[in-house]
């Protein structure tokens, strides 16, 4: 009787214990990845993006995170996300997502009595949480295609590419694309299928420069996955924190599918093909200046022309082009000569005037 006392007493404290944090597991998009269209990069619609309450819907390289929302004060706590459901067939984010975690078990007290909670998680021993938010793990949308190999040779006029896809997930993947040049194949990939793509694009070799562009691959599945729901298997619980005192969960979810990931369609956009030496273009401030000093050139070269026309119409006299130093040089002596005549004649006269 003693032995049943003490058992319920301690499953009372067990479980007052685990009223101590009251908070609510949250899920945010940290970052996007870059949509520009460029050759190594990804490309998607940034209309379907989507960020509402614990379910996200986001293109692969997306960064995820996972945190608690709650008030707390400096406490250091023990931390274990679950991100799959109790029956990972019945939903696994670690399938879309960057990282390998074990399939685990852990016990909490749940209404007066020991409850458990399985599936994949993951744990950390340590953390600090202040009052609010709080990010315990990020992690990055993985993409569903696998490049095994990009390679290609330029020989007589045609380049050879070899490309080498596969799909790394356990979903079927319909109607992918593939597209570059004026090759084009469209086909379904089975879960884990390998292909191979080999084709040859000609060029005009007597340009110095061939811009062939890239690749693109485009994967228009669309694929939502949930870690929790109330009415499936296991409980709707996603992270619990831990310390000296006891375990705590979270206040779960009413929701029939909670802690969703959605990866939507994205193009995957192959390095660029390029055959010959690009042109070596000018800097844009180069340009600039060099346009400058031409201006400056052209009004120097009309401005000597203007005056030179100028002069010629006011003396009444032909002077070939030359340049405005040259000119004004030819005026100057022309001007002494005239005033050294007129100073010649009066000397005569005055001369003249006085044998008289």
Same mark, same amino acid.
């Given at each position: 009787m003693f032995s049943i006392l003490l058992s319920l007493f301690l499953l009372l404290i067990s479980s007052t214990l685990t009223q101590a944090f009251t908070y609510s597991s949250y899920m945010d998009i940290q970052s996007l990845p870059e949509n520009n269209g460029l050759p190594n990069s990804i490309s998607y619609n940034q209309e379907e993006v989507e960020d509402v309450g614990n379910m996200l819907k986001v293109p692969p390289l997306s960064e995820v995170i996972f945190g608690v929302d709650g008030e707390f004060n400096?406490?250091?706590? =023990?931390?274990? !996300?679950?991100?799959?459901?109790?029956? !990972? &067939?019945? =939903?696994?984010?670690?399938?879309?997502?960057? !990282? +390998?975690?074990?399939?685990? +078990?852990?016990?909490?007290?749940?209404?007066?009595?020991?409850a458990w909670r399985y599936g994949r998680s993951y744990v950390q021993e340590e953390t600090i949480l202040q009052s609010g938010k709080n990010p315990l793990?990020?992690?990055?949308?993985?993409?569903?295609?696998?490049?095994? %190999?990009?390679?290609?040779?330029i020989s007589n006029g045609v380049v050879n590419v070899k490309t080498v896809l596969k799909n790394g997930t356990d979903m079927l993947l319909n109607n992918v694309e593939y597209v570059h040049d004026e090759f084009s194949l469209t086909k379904n990939y089975q879960p884990g299928e390998e292909y191979i793509y080999e084709y040859a694009i000609p060029y005009d070799e007597s340009l110095e420069y061939v811009d062939l562009a890239f690749p693109k691959v485009k994967d228009p599945n669309i694929k939502q996955i949930c870690a929790a729901g109330a009415y499936t298997t296991g409980n709707p619980h996603n992270i619990f924190l831990f310390n000296q005192y006891g375990v705590y969960h979270d206040i779960g979810?009413? %929701?029939?599918?909670?802690?969703?990931?959605?990866?939507?369609?994205?193009?995957?956009?192959?390095?660029q093909i390029e055959v010959g030496e690009k042109p070596i273009e000018e800097p844009e401030e180069e340009?600039?200046?060099? %346009? +400058?000093?031409?201006?400056? +050139?052209?009004?120097?070269?009309v401005g000597g022309d203007v005056k030179e026309k100028e002069i010629q119409e006011v003396l009444g006299i032909d002077i070939l082009p030359k340049t &405005?130093?040259?000119?004004?040089?030819?005026?100057?002596?022309?001007?002494?000569?005239?005033?050294?005549?007129?100073?010649?004649? &009066?000397?005569t006269n005055e001369n003249t005037n006085s044998d008289a």
């Open positions: 400096n406490d250091n706590v =023990g931390f274990k !996300i679950f991100l799959s459901k109790d029956n !990972i &067939y019945q =939903g696994d984010l670690t399938k879309i997502l960057n !990282i +390998e975690l074990p399939y685990d +078990e852990f016990p909490f007290v749940k209404d007066f009595s020991t793990l990020t992690v990055t949308v993985s993409e569903r295609l696998e490049v095994l %190999e990009y390679s290609f040779d979810t009413q %929701e029939y599918e909670d802690f969703c990931i959605t990866q939507l369609g994205y193009t995957l956009n192959l390095g340009k600039q200046v060099e %346009e +400058e000093k031409e201006k400056e +050139e052209e009004v120097k070269d &405005y130093r040259q000119t004004y040089g030819y005026i100057i002596l022309g001007i002494f000569l005239v005033a050294l005549g007129i100073l010649c004649y &009066y000397l």
